[in-house]
C-alpha cells in the first residue's frame, strides 16, 4: 500500500431536512488501495459519496483531491477531478449502444462523434482491464453483469483514477463478484483507487485493504481488513448492538402439499428464450422452501406465475390441490395466497393512499369491513389500528400516505397486511431488501412464525445468509430452471454457488 | 381528366397540404423525443396561422410573416414547458389548457385586427402576397412526379430540413443528448446534461416549427384565414409523431398518406368526380384513419421493443430530487 | 389551506392577464368584465341563462372526472355529448310509436346508452390493448362529429328550415319549472351525489382508487384493471351522453348545427379544477357557465365573443402554476432550493 493519499474528506457534515446524515466524518483514501465503506441504511455513507461525485454540497467541512482543496459542484467536476462513481442503479440508457452510452455528455466530444475511434479505444480498455463487453450492443440486451462492465468502462474511458461503487455485488454471482475482484486488482495495479460503500460483511472481507464503519452518520471505526478476527465484530459495530445471527424456529414438522408447481414454462413473447422451464416443487404446511438466485434468472416471472400476475405457457399451478393455472389473481387470492411482492413501492402499496387504506386492501372485500357495495369506515379504522399495534408500525397517523413511510414500515404494513389472517400459503419475494437490521429480523422471524404455524412458505432471497438461516430447504434457480434443491443441512455456500453459476445437481 | 392527371394534382395538393403538418410534425417530434407531451399543437398552429396572416396582411412581407408565426409558436410553447418542466403540471391538462388558450387567442385576435371596412375581422380579407409554387425547369415537367419539383419555397426546404433533421437526432452529440433525456433523464442528469434546459430547448424551438406550420396553412396552402382554420390538423400531428416512430426520417410517410387523404376530398371536386361517398364521411377519414393507425400501430409496437417505441420518460415530470 | 388558495391567486391573475389582452386590442378591461358580468347574473332572466348553460356543463364535468380518477384521459366528452344526441333525437324522431308518457324517459335513456357506447370504445381499446387514450378519444370527437352532420343535413334532416332535424315532440320536452331553468338540474345535483358516494363509500370507489393511483399493486390485490377501465368509461360516455341528451331536450328540442359546442372541453377543466371532486365541480361549473354567456354579452361591445374562451384558457394557465403548490411541498433549504417529496 503506497503512502499518497488521493482523497480526503475532512469534517464533513450534511443536513437534510429532519435528518443529520453526515456528522463532521472523516475519510482517507491511499493510492492503489480499496476502502470499504461499511454501514446500514440511512448511516450515512451513500451521502458522504454522493458529496464526492457532485450531487450535493456539503454544509461544513472541506474535500482535498492529491493534496489540493476541491469545490466539488456537479458530477462533470469531479470526474474532471478523476473521481466517478457507478450507482446501485445503473445509469444507462436502454435503447442506446454501449458506445453511445460511454460517451454520453462527455466534456470535448465532437459534434459529430467519429464512433469507429470510439469504439476502438473501447475495445483497447475491455482487453487491458479484462471487461469484455461488444461496444455495438444495445444495452437493455446485455445482462446485468455486462451492464456492470459498462459502467466501469465509463469511467475509465474518460480517465478515472478513483472509483466509487455502490453495493457492487448486489446484482453479480459468486462467479462474476469473483471476476469484479480480478477486475479491481488489475486497476490498483496501474495506480487507481477505488472506494466500496456496502452493507455487506462478506464484501468487505474478499474486495478491501480497509474498512470504515458509519453508523447514523458518524464514522465510528477505521480498520485494516486483515485485522479484523471474527465477522460478528464487523456486524456489531455497524449496528451499535449484538446482532443476531440464529433465529429461534420450532421443529421441522411438514405436513400436506399446500403449494405445488408442475412443469412450469413461460415463453417471452417474440424471443425464443424461456423466462421459465420445467419449473417443478412442492412446498408443504410448516415448511419454508428458499429460492436463490441471482435476480433476473426467472424469480419475479415464477412468483408472478404462481400469483396469477403472468400467463404461463405451459405447466400447472395447483394451490392446496385445485387447479389454479392461469386464474386471475382474484382467485388465487380468495384461495388462500399471500404475497409480498418484490418491489415494494411499485407493486406492494398505493403509495398515494393512507396506511389504513393500504391495511385495508386485502380484506375490503370481506365481510369484516365491507357489506355488499359499501365500505364501513369505522370498522376499517379500527382494523387499521389492530394491525398498527400489533406489527408495530411507525407512522404519524393512519391515515398518513404510505409512501412517507420508511423503507421497514412499508414493508410491515405489507406484512401485516398479508400475514394477519393469512390462510395457509405465503410467497414473500426479496422481503428484506434494503431494510435495515431492526426490520430485516422482524421480517424474518414473522416468516418463521408464520412457517411454525402451519403455512407454506416461498421465499425468495438473494441474500444466501437469509436463506441458510431461514429456509428448511433451498431450490437455487439459474435462467429459469431450477438447478437443483437442496435440504438446508446440505446448502452450504460452495454447494449453493455452484448452481448459481448454471451447474445442476440432482434434486435432493 | 386521365388517371395520370388526377395522380399528379393529387400529389400536388399533398405536398401543399402535407407540408403544413410536416413542419409540426417534426417540431413535435424533437419535443417528445425529450420527453415532454406538447398538446397544444392545434392552438400553436393556429395562432402560427393568424399571425402569420395578420403580419403579411399589414406589411406584405412573407419572410417576416414566417417569423412571426415562429415566434408566436415559440413563445406559446414555452409557456407550456414552463408549466410542465418548471411548474411540474399534468402535461395533459397543460397541453390542452395552451390549445384552448391559443385557439381562443387566435379567433379573437382574427376578430379584432381586422379593417374596420370589415367589422375588424380578419376573415375573407385577402393577402397582397403569398407564397406561391416556384416550378424547377424541365424537372417539373416529369409525368406525376413532376409535382415535387412544382412547389412553393417552403416545401423546398423541406427537401433539405428532414435528412438534416435525421443526422442531427441519431449522428450529433446534440442528438444524443436528446434521446437520452428522453429515454432515461435520472441518466442523463448524472452524465451532466442539463434535462430541463434541454426540455426547454426543444419544445420552444418545436412549438416555432409548429407555428411555421400553422402559416403554411394562412399563407400558403389557403391563403386567408378563417375561424379555426387548422380543423384538427394538431391533433394529427400528435398522431403523425407516433406513426413516424418519434424518427425525423419517418415524417415524411406520415404526412405523404395522411396529406393524401385529406387533399383527396379536393381533388376529387376538382376532377369534378362524383363522390360516392357522403362529403361529410370524407372530412372524417383523416381522424378515422389516424384512429386506425394508431390502434395499429400501438399493437405492433408492443411485439417490438427498438424502432417503434416511444421515449420511455414521455409525459413525466423530472427533478433531479426526485425518488 | 393550498387547494383553496390556489384558486383564487389563480383567477384573480387570469383576470390581470384577461385585461391585457383586451387593452392590447383596444378594449376597456374594467367595462368589458363588468359587461360580462353583468351578462352572466345582471337579471333574473340571465342567471337563469347562466344556470341553464351550468347544467350540461357539470355533468360533463363530472363524466370527466370519473375517468380522471383513473388516470384516463377522457378527451372524448364531446364526442359522447353528441353521440348521445344523435341517440335522443333516433328516439325522439322515430320512436312514435311510443306511448307519450314513455317518450321522454326512454329518449334520455337512449342518450345514456348512446354515449355509453361511445366512451366504451376508447375505454375497450385501451383495457385489451393498451392503446393510448388520449387520441382515441379525440378522433371519436371528430367522428362523432361527422356523423351527427351526416344526419342533420342529409337523412334526418327536417323538410323546411336551417341545418337540422324536425323539432321533438312537444310533450316530451323537459320542462322549466323556474324561468329558463329546467327539471335537468335535478338530475345534475343528484349525480354529484351520487357520484360523491360512488367514488368515496363504496368499494367499487376504493378499486378506482388504488386502479388511479397504482395500477400494478391494484392488479395486485385482485383487481381487474381492464374490467375497471371499461366499466368507468362505460359510465364516463352514459353521463355525458346523458348531458346531451338532458340539453337536447330542454333547450335545442332537436340535434342541430352547433351541436359540439364545447361542453366536453370545458368538461375537463372543471373536471380538473373541481379537484375531482363531485362538490367542488359545482362552483366551477357555475363559473364556468358565467364564462359563456358573460362573454356572449361582450357583442354589445363589438367585442368578438371568442374573448370568452381566451379567458377560459387563462383560468387554467395559472391553476396549472399553481398545482406545485398544491401538489408538492417546496421546501426551502439554505442555499438550495430544493422541491422536496410530494405530499398529496
Known amino acids: 500500500m503506497q503512502d499518497t493519499v488521493v482523497v480526503q474528506m475532512v469534517n464533513i457534515t450534511k443536513h437534510f431536512p429532519g435528518v443529520l446524515a453526515n456528522d463532521s466524518v472523516n475519510l482517507i483514501l491511499h493510492k492503489g488501495e480499496v476502502l470499504a465503506l461499511l454501514g446500514e441504511n440511512g448511516a450515512g455513507k451513500s451521502t458522504l459519496m454522493n458529496m464526492l461525485v457532485g450531487l450535493y454540497r456539503p454544509d461544513s467541512g472541506e474535500i482535498y483531491v492529491n493534496g489540493k482543496l476541491a469545490e466539488i459542484h456537479s458530477p462533470q467536476n469531479s470526474m474532471a477531478l478523476g473521481i466517478g462513481m457507478i450507482h446501485q442503479e445503473f445509469m444507462l440508457v436502454g435503447n442506446m449502444t454501449v458506445a453511445e452510452n460511454i460517451v454520453l455528455g462527455m466534456k470535448g466530444l465532437q459534434l459529430i462523434p467519429p464512433l469507429d475511434e470510439i469504439k476502438a479505444k473501447i475495445r483497447e480498455l475491455s482487453t487491458r482491464y479484462s471487461l469484455s463487453v461488444n461496444p455495438d450492443k444495445y444495452i437493455q440486451e446485455l445482462s446485468v453483469g455486462e451492464q456492470q462492465r459498462v459502467e466501469i468502462l465509463k469511467l475509465l474511458y474518460r480517465g478515472a483514477q478513483i472509483l466509487i461503487l455502490d453495493e457492487p455485488t448486489a446484482v453479480l454471482t459468486p462467479g462474476e463478484s469473483r471476476d469484479l475482484n480480478e477486475i479491481i486488482k488489475k486497476m490498483l495495479a496501474e495506480g487507481k483507487s477505488a472506494i466500496f460503500i456496502t452493507h455487506k460483511m462478506d464484501e468487505v472481507m474478499e474486495f478491501s485493504h480497509t474498512v470504515q464503519v458509519l453508523r447514523k452518520g458518524k464514522c465510528i471505526n477505521i480498520v485494516p481488513t486483515n485485522t479484523i478476527k471474527k465477522i460478528q465484530d464487523l456486524a456489531n459495530m455497524m449496528v451499535g448492538r449484538d446482532v443476531l445471527f440464529t433465529l429461534d424456529r420450532g421443529p421441522y414438522h411438514p405436513t400436506g402439499t399446500k403449494l405445488e408447481v408442475r412443469n412450469l414454462t413461460i415463453k417471452l413473447p417474440g424471443s425464443n428464450r424461456a423466462a421459465l422451464e420445467n419449473v417443478s416443487f412442492r412446498v408443504n404446511g410448516g415448511e419454508i422452501l428458499g429460492i436463490a438466485g441471482v435476480a433476473g434468472n426467472g424469480q419475479q416471472e415464477l412468483t408472478e406465475a404462481i400469483t396469477g400476475l403472468r400467463r404461463i405457457t405451459s405447466g400447472e399451478v395447483l394451490i392446496n390441490g385445485k387447479n389454479l393455472t392461469n386464474h386471475p389473481p382474484l382467485d388465487v387470492i380468495k384461495n388462500g395466497v399471500s404475497h409480498i411482492p418484490a418491489d415494494r413501492g411499485k407493486m406492494g402499496i398505493v403509495g398515494d393512499m393512507s396506511v389504513g387504506d393500504n391495511l385495508a386492501m386485502k380484506k375490503y372485500r370481506t365481510r369484516e369491513l365491507s357489506n355488499h357495495l359499501v365500505i364501513k369506515k369505522n370498522k376499517m379504522r379500527s382494523f387499521a389500528d389492530r394491525l398498527i399495534k400489533v406489527f408495530g408500525i411507525k407512522t404519524p397517523t393512519r391515515e398518513t400516505c404510505a409512501k412517507f413511510l420508511s423503507g421497514g414500515n412499508i414493508q410491515k404494513t405489507i406484512l401485516a397486511r398479508e400475514m394477519d389472517n393469512c390462510k395457509g400459503i405465503l410467497i414473500a419475494v426479496y422481503p428484506s431488501r434494503g431494510l435495515d437490521v431492526g426490520a430485516t429480523e422482524t421480517v424474518r422471524q414473522n416468516l418463521i412464525k408464520q412457517r411454525d404455524s402451519g403455512s407454506a412458505v416461498l421465499l425468495v432471497s438473494e441474500e444466501l445468509e437469509e436463506l441458510q438461516m431461514v429456509a428448511d430447504k433451498i431450490a437455487v434457480m439459474f435462467e429459469g430452471q431450477i438447478m437443483g434443491i437442496l435440504d438446508v443441512k446440505d446448502a452450504t455456500t460452495e454447494a449453493l454457488g455452484l448452481m448459481m453459476t448454471g451447474v445442476s445437481r440432482r434434486q435432493a | ?323 | 389551506m393550498m387547494t383553496f388558495l390556489v384558486p383564487v391567486c389563480s383567477l384573480i391573475i387570469s383576470l390581470l392577464l384577461g385585461a391585457i389582452v383586451l387593452r392590447a386590442s383596444g378594449a376597456n378591461p374594467l367595462k368589458a368584465y363588468f359587461a360580462m358580468l353583468r351578462g352572466a347574473f345582471g337579471s333574473r332572466t340571465k342567471f337563469q341563462y347562466t344556470i341553464r348553460e351550468a347544467i350540461p356543463l357539470l355533468m360533463c364535468g363530472l363524466a370527466v372526472g370519473i375517468a380522471f380518477k383513473l388516470k384516463f384521459w377522457n378527451i372524448g366528452a364531446e364526442g359522447q355529448y353528441v353521440f348521445g344526441v344523435i341517440g335522443i333525437t333516433w328516439v325522439m324522431q322515430f320512436w312514435t310509436w311510443l306511448p307519450k308518457g314513455m317518450m321522454l324517459p326512454v329518449a334520455l335513456l337512449m342518450s345514456l346508452v348512446f354515449g355509453a357506447f361511445w366512451g366504451g370504445i376508447p375505454g375497450v381499446l385501451k383495457a385489451q390493448w393498451k392503446i393510448d387514450e388520449t387520441l382515441t378519444t379525440l378522433m371519436m370527437n371528430y367522428i362523432a362529429t361527422g356523423i351527427a352532420e351526416y344526419l342533420y343535413i342529409t337523412r334526418w334532416k327536417a323538410p323546411r328550415g336551417n341545418m337540422g332535424t324536425v323539432d321533438y315532440p312537444s310533450y316530451a320536452w323537459l320542462p322549466s319549472f323556474w324561468g329558463k331553468i329546467h327539471y335537468g338540474v335535478f338530475f345534475a345535483i343528484a349525480l354529484v351525489f351520487i357520484l360523491y358516494f360512488v367514488m368515496y363509500k363504496t368499494r367499487w370507489g376504493f378499486e378506482l382508487n388504488m386502479i388511479g393511483k397504482n395500477p400494478r399493486a391494484a392488479e395486485c390485490q385482485g383487481v381487474s384493471i381492464k374490467k375497471n377501465i371499461i366499466l368507468a368509461m362505460l359510465l364516463s360516455g352514459a353521463i355525458a351522453g346523458l348531458a346531451g341528451g338532458i340539453e337536447a331536450a330542454a333547450v335545442t328540442h332537436s340535434l342541430t348545427k352547433g351541436v359540439d359546442n364545447g361542453y366536453g372541453f370545458t368538461g375537463i377543466i372543471i373536471a380538473w379544477m373541481g379537484g375531482l371532486n363531485p362538490f367542488g365541480s359545482i362552483l366551477v361549473s357555475i363559473l364556468m357557465a358565467a364564462l359563456k354567456t358573460g362573454s356572449d354579452a361582450l357583442k354589445i361591445m363589438k367585442l368578438p365573443a371568442a374573448m370568452g374562451d381566451v379567458l377560459q384558457g387563462l383560468i387554467l394557465l395559472p391553476l396549472l402554476a399553481g398545482s406545485i403548490f398544491t401538489d408538492y411541498k417546496l421546501l426551502f433549504i439554505k442555499k438550495q432550493v430544493a422541491v422536496g417529496e410530494a405530499k398529496k
Request: charged residues 10%; aromatic residues 12%; positive net charge.
Open chain 2, 1 to 323: 381528366m386521365n388517371i395520370f392527371d388526377f395522380i399528379t394534382k393529387l400529389l400536388a395538393v399533398t405536398l401543399a397540404m402535407g407540408t403544413s403538418l410536416t413542419y409540426a410534425t417534426l417540431g413535435e417530434v424533437f419535443t417528445e423525443k425529450t420527453g415532454i407531451l406538447n398538446l397544444g399543437m392545434e392552438g400553436v398552429m393556429l395562432l402560427g396561422a393568424l399571425t402569420g396572416f395578420v403580419t403579411v396582411y399589414f406589411t406584405s412581407s412573407l419572410a417576416l410573416g414566417l417569423l412571426v408565426a415562429m415566434l408566436c409558436g415559440a413563445v406559446l410553447s414555452f409557456i407550456h414547458a414552463f408549466l410542465c418542466i418548471t411548474m411540474r403540471a399534468n402535461q395533459v391538462v397543460s397541453g390542452l389548457a395552451i390549445t384552448m388558450f391559443g385557439s381562443g387567442l387566435a379567433n379573437y385576435l382574427g376578430q379584432r385586427l381586422g379593417p374596420a371596412s370589415n367589422n375588424f375581422n380578419m376573415a375573407g380579407m385577402n393577402l397582397p402576397t403569398k407564397f406561391n409554387d416556384i416550378a424547377i425547369p424541365g424537372l417539373s415537367k416529369i409525368p406525376v412526379f413532376g409535382a415535387l419539383f412544382d412547389v412553393s419555397i417552403l416545401t423546398y426546404f423541406l427537401y433539405i430540413l428532414l435528412p438534416l433533421a435525421w443526422v442531427f437526432m441519431y449522428k450529433t452529440k446534440f442528438g444524443l443528448s436528446v434521446r437520452a433525456v428522453g429515454e432515461n433523464p435520472h441518466t442523463a442528469a448524472a452524465m451532466g446534461i442539463p434535462v430541463s434546459l434541454t426540455r426547454y430547448v426543444y419544445t420552444t424551438i418545436g412549438g416555432a416549427f409548429a407555428g411555421l406550420g400553422g402559416a403554411c396553412l394562412s399563407l400558403a396552402f389557403t391563403p386567408s384565414w378563417n375561424e379555426n382554420m387548422t380543423g384538427g390538423k394538431g391533433w394529427i400531428v400528435i398522431a403523425l409523431v407516433i406513426f413516424s416512430g418519434w424518427n425525423p426520417g419517418k415524417v415524411v410517410i406520415g404526412t405523404l398518406v395522411f396529406g393524401g387523404i385529406t387533399s383527396l376530398q379536393f381533388s376529387l371536386q376538382a376532377a369534378g368526380l362524383k363522390m360516392f361517398i357522403p362529403s361529410q364521411f370524407l372530412s372524417i377519414a383523416p381522424y378515422f384513419i389516424t384512429l386506425i393507425v394508431l390502434s395499429a400501430m400501438t399493437i405492433i409496437n408492443q411485439s417490438k421493443k427498438g424502432s417503434f417505441a416511444s421515449p420511455a420518460a414521455l409525459g413525466s415530470s423530472f427533478a433531479i430530487d426526485d425518488k
